[in-house]
């Protein structure tokens, strides 16, 4: 794993390129080439001041192969004049000077090396109210721990739980049908007011993980959440952009409204994306076996107290 000296030590000229070959460091050259990197970006909005507060993640997954191609383009790409240091969606300074037409061209342009290379894309969303309405049923049912109820009380767990749950099983089954081991690194965005909840939900998904699916770990490098920062790591400024486009989409579709944006159009088509939503019937489900554990507990000390 590359430790902060090697990383501040980089060629910054070849730094995205060598900054996710990094990140497989260490491993045999067969596991190396073949290695997945899933990039996000969290977007975790509690205020409601002036949206309606989610919990959001967004990325893209592809092959390390891909994403040091996609680094190569995306770099000439932001070294074509005007000159950019970096690609952030809601920094429009990066663009001052250039009308709105030039920018969305330019933008369409980032957008095209997404498309170019075939990344995937992969989104979670969940509404602040839903949730906050499920925890506060959830935290007083009689069969849920302490521990459980502290894990829960950070959304960010259970999409973990659920994205890279699903992920890492259909991960796995690719690679007994075609014989192969591809091992996956998950990356995040250092986002710092989000880091500490993405850290902690991590790091419960994979202490659960490792009680009820220990096997899933084996096909994951990272046991623990690996941050960078996006201004430095070209795949994670791709993911802020469908980010921030994702989440305007959902501000609108909250009111009602389309979101015909030219940068969003092109994000949505041609590109796959698995979409994960935690509806109504996921919340039931997810009761009903927590109540089906408080059956079991109490059938378990009824045979306890009567042998």
Known sequence: MLTPTEFR?????????????????????????EGILMVLQAWFDESGKTEEPVYLLAGYVGKKTVWEDFAHDWQAELDHE????????RESQLFKGTDADARVERLLKFVAIIRKHRLRGVSFLLKHS??????????????????????????????????????????????AESGTKELLEILFDDGGERKQ??????????KTAKEKNPHLLDLLINKGPEFRDDKQMSPLQACDLFAWHFRRFCYEASRGNKYEDAIWRALRDGIEYDTYLFTESDWIKLLLRLRQSTWDELLKHKSEDNP
């Open 82 to 89: 005007p000159k950019l240091p970096y690609l952030h969606a």
């Open 130 to 175: 839903d949730y906050r309405e499920f925890f506060r049923i959830i935290s007083v049912h009689p069969v849920i721990t302490p521990a459980e109820r502290r894990m829960m009380r950070n959304p960010y767990y259970l999409s973990f739980q659920y994205i890279f749950t699903m992920m890492l099983i259909r991960h796995g089954q690719k690679c």
């Open 9 to 33: 030590g980089i060629d910054q000229e070849n730094s995205h390129r060598e900054l996710i070959g990094a990140l497989f460091s260490g491993l045999p050259k067969t596991l190396r080439d």
């Open 197 to 206: 909840r993405l850290k902690i939900g991590f790091e419960n998904f994979v």
